[in-house]
């Protein structure tokens, strides 16, 4: 559980420094999720950094709070882009997009 918070956090503090990045990157990862997902997570904290991750990177967000747990649902309609300036950065996006059940895939 850590550890995916600490990938959160990571991948959060990425975006925020890729996005400045525009002109330099190497590669880019392209990523799209048309239908609503959801994922239950039971630590606020880790909820409201995966919420910031995803609004930093362009998707409509929603949070609930039941039954013990907090439902962070998310959806990304039209394909975007994210620039990362190394190979390794793009495939670890990749892997995370995946993980959310996002349709992605990179371009060098």
């Known amino acids: 559980m850590h550890r995916f ?3 959160a956090l990571f991948l959060f ?3 925020l420094v ?3 990045t525009n002109a330099s990157a190497a590669e880019v990862v392209h990523f799209q999720c048309k239908e609503w997902k959801a994922k239950h997570i039971h630590d606020a904290k880790k909820a409201d950094t995966i ?3 995803l609004k930093k990177l362009g998707c409509e967000v929603k949070k609930e709070q039941h039954n013990g ?3 962070v649902k998310y959806r990304c309609p039209k394909e975007r882009t994210l620039p ?3 190979h390794a950065e793009a495939v670890k996006w990749e892997k995370w997009f995946k ?3 996002f349709k992605v ?3 060098h």
């Open 84 to 86: 990362v300036k190394t």
């Open 99 to 101: 993980e959310f059940g």
């Open 5 to 7: 918070l600490a990938l």
């Open 69 to 71: 747990h907090m439902d």
């Open 51 to 53: 919420a910031a991750t």
């Open 13 to 15: 503090a990425a975006s």
């Open 18 to 20: 890729t996005a400045s």
């Open 105 to 107: 895939y990179h371009t």
